[in-house]
């Protein structure tokens, strides 16, 4: 079965600074999706940024970017100019395009942004 | 991005009741709606897969005689929580896959805070 990883509970950035957040995953798929969720304080998901398995090309949304890695199986997100509103519950998404079709989720990272 | 709405936003009852969450794609048909159940602090786990015109798919450990969904129509699913108890208090999240897009996107809605007495 497929498997997600978070291994920061927490972490924080000084407002407009610069933060990653990891994630790694594992599976046996060659066909899938990677997302990054946010959860503000409303606990509304919003989906931040997206990467297909077969693009080599790390997806980029605005401050938003990532460094899919994909043979070490790794899925780190950056986040650049940090700012207030960006305080939430980050989750990291597996979805197999083959298999259960169902997205699996990290353990969440929750991030302070310090002003 | 397309909207998924659900109702209540929060409900309180009281021990032994059920109660019923729906969860609404408002902008297009959703074949596959998704329920999770989500702790505090914790992420979310994947209750059932609900399926239109067909059983729901049940996430090992869930009591699917406890927890009932039908999704009877393309853009509506519902949850029922049966003879609720203190243990089923929680925060209930639906999504619901677009079909149409490209990625297969999922789509979540506000979640429903439940609190049995």
């Known amino acids: 079965a497929q498997t997600v990883t978070q291994s920061q509970p927490e972490m924080s950035v000084q407002e407009a600074e610069t933060v990653t957040l990891s994630c790694t995953y594992d599976?046996?798929?060659?066909?899938?999706?990677l997302f990054w969720y946010k959860q503000p304080p409303s606990r509304q998901m919003i989906l931040v940024i997206r990467q297909e398995a077969y693009k080599q090309q790390n997806a980029t949304e605005n401050r938003f970017s990532v460094n899919f890695q994909k043979a070490a199986k790794s899925f780190s997100l950056k986040i650049s100019d940090s700012q207030l509103g960006d305080a939430a519950m980050y989750f990291c998404?597996?979805?197999?395009?083959?298999?259960?079709?169902?997205?699996?989720f990290g353990q969440g990272t929750r991030l302070t942004i310090n002003p | 991005g397309a909207v998924v709405s659900q109702h209540p936003s929060r409900v309180i009852c009281k021990s032994g009741t059920s109660v019923k969450i729906e969860c609404r794609s408002l902008?297009?048909?959703?074949?596959?709606m998704f329920w999770y159940r989500q702790f505090p602090k914790k992420s979310l786990m994947l209750m059932a897969t609900s399926n239109e015109g067909s059983k729901a798919t049940y996430e090992q450990g869930v009591e699917k005689d406890k927890f009932l969904i039908n999704h009877a129509s393309l853009t509506l699913s519902t949850l029922t929580v049966t003879s609720a108890h203190p243990e089923d208090s929680s925060f209930y999240i639906c999504s619901a896959r677009d079909w149409g897009t490209t990625y297969n996107e999922q789509f979540f809605g506000p979640g429903t805070r439940l609190t049995v007495l």
């Open positions: 599976t046996s798929e060659s066909d899938y999706y």
């Open positions: 998404a597996y979805f197999g395009e083959r298999g259960a079709q169902k997205l699996v």
């Open positions: 902008d297009f048909q959703a074949t596959t």
